[in-house]
């Protein structure tokens, strides 16, 4: 069945670059998404890749998919505490109506 | 400014009691969505409207119903036969195949 896998944890250095990954099943999904989950809070689109893409940069975010290998990665660049959150990763579903089906997220904190 | 408003932020339920949570939008989307979230879980979808009176089920429907007598509203109700309510539900609405915008959430906790 569809499923995306993540990388429960990151911890970086402010300043530092971030990098987290995502493994999917879908070979058919048109779309990719990143999405950011503050303490609380609902969650928030960063950014997106279409499958046709393999790289797409969005000022200090950078995301690469690797369609062969089913792996897609959000770079956050000069990474900050405000950027510490859940970093969930989705892919639409090949059952149509634009069902997204997300991994379980990545915790990133950023320490001084 | 448009967006997504769910409400109540925090709501309790006891038990054998049926609760109602509301998700407003005015982004003039047609498609709406709810999910569950649980601690160190993705977002599980519960049930999505493409339409104005037409909903379906998703991935985990049981013990919840929704209506979508309007464009803008798609409420949840978490029935008594809901026996693991306890979550945080976020609502969602799209335009087409656009991307999913969220809501805030609401936390509910049962009593």
Known sequence: ?112 | DGGITQSPKYLFRKEGQNVTLSCEQNLNHDAMYWYRQDPGQGLRLIYYSQIVNDFQKGDIAEGYSVSREKKESFPLTVTSAQKNPTAFYLCASSAGGQPQHFGDGTRLSIL
Request: charged share 20%; with cysteine; net charge negative.
């Open chain 1, 1 to 112: 069945g569809e499923d995306v896998e993540q990388s429960l944890f990151l911890s970086v250095r402010e300043g530092d670059s971030s990098v987290i990954n995502c493994t999917y099943t879908d070979s058919s999904s048109t779309y990719l998404y990143w999405y950011k989950q503050e303490p609380g809070a609902g969650l928030q689109l960063l950014t997106y890749i279409f499958s046709n893409m393999d790289m797409k940069q969005d000022q200090r975010l950078t995301v690469l998919l690797n369609k062969k290998d089913k792996h897609l990665s959000l770079r956050i660049a000069d990474t900050q505490t405000g950027d510490s959150a859940i970093y969930f990763c989705a892919e639409i579903s090949s059952g149509g109506y634009n069902k997204l089906i997300f991994g379980a997220g990545t915790r990133l904190a950023v320490h001084p």
